[in-house]
């Protein structure tokens, strides 16, 4: 049966030694269907998409570049085109909008 408990991490439920934990065990997990998508993964080139950007999107970009095939760490017109798939419709720190392509 799924756990359907949540922490949330931007808030006082968990304490910086807790987070520091979750995040480096979250670190062993990319690459592999246990990311919990918390760890950083992505190439600089993205990081004004994914560093902001809810631990569900990450997850789902993740998972969506395993399954392409793609290097996690790779910079590519396939690789955007994935982020910007999840991210359709997402507002920026930047105040920029993601849309997706097509």
């Given at each position: 049966?799924?756990?359907?408990?949540?922490?949330?991490?931007?808030?006082?439920?968990?304490?910086?030694?807790?987070?520091?934990?979750?995040?480096?065990?979250?670190k062993?997990?990319v690459?592999?269907?246990?990311?919990?998508?918390?760890?950083?993964?992505?190439?600089?080139?993205?990081?004004?998409?994914?560093?902001?950007?809810?631990?569900?999107?990450?997850?789902?970009?993740?998972?969506?570049?395993?399954?392409?095939?793609?290097?996690?760490?790779?910079?590519?017109?396939?690789?955007?085109?994935?982020?910007?798939?999840?991210?359709?419709?997402v507002?920026?720190?930047?105040?920029?909008?993601?849309?997706?392509?097509?």
């Amino acid at each position: 049966m799924a756990s359907t408990a949540t922490i949330d991490f931007d808030s006082r439920e968990i304490t910086f030694e807790a987070f520091e934990g979750i995040f480096k065990l979250d670190k062993t997990f990319v690459g592999t269907g246990n990311y919990l998508g918390l760890a950083y993964f992505w190439a600089h080139e993205y990081r004004h998409y994914l560093r902001d950007c809810t631990m569900a999107k990450r997850r789902t970009v993740h998972k969506k570049w395993l399954q392409a095939g793609l290097d996690l760490t790779g910079i590519s017109d396939q690789h955007l085109n994935i982020i910007k798939h999840v991210l359709d419709g997402v507002t920026l720190p930047t105040g920029i909008t993601v849309r997706k392509e097509g």
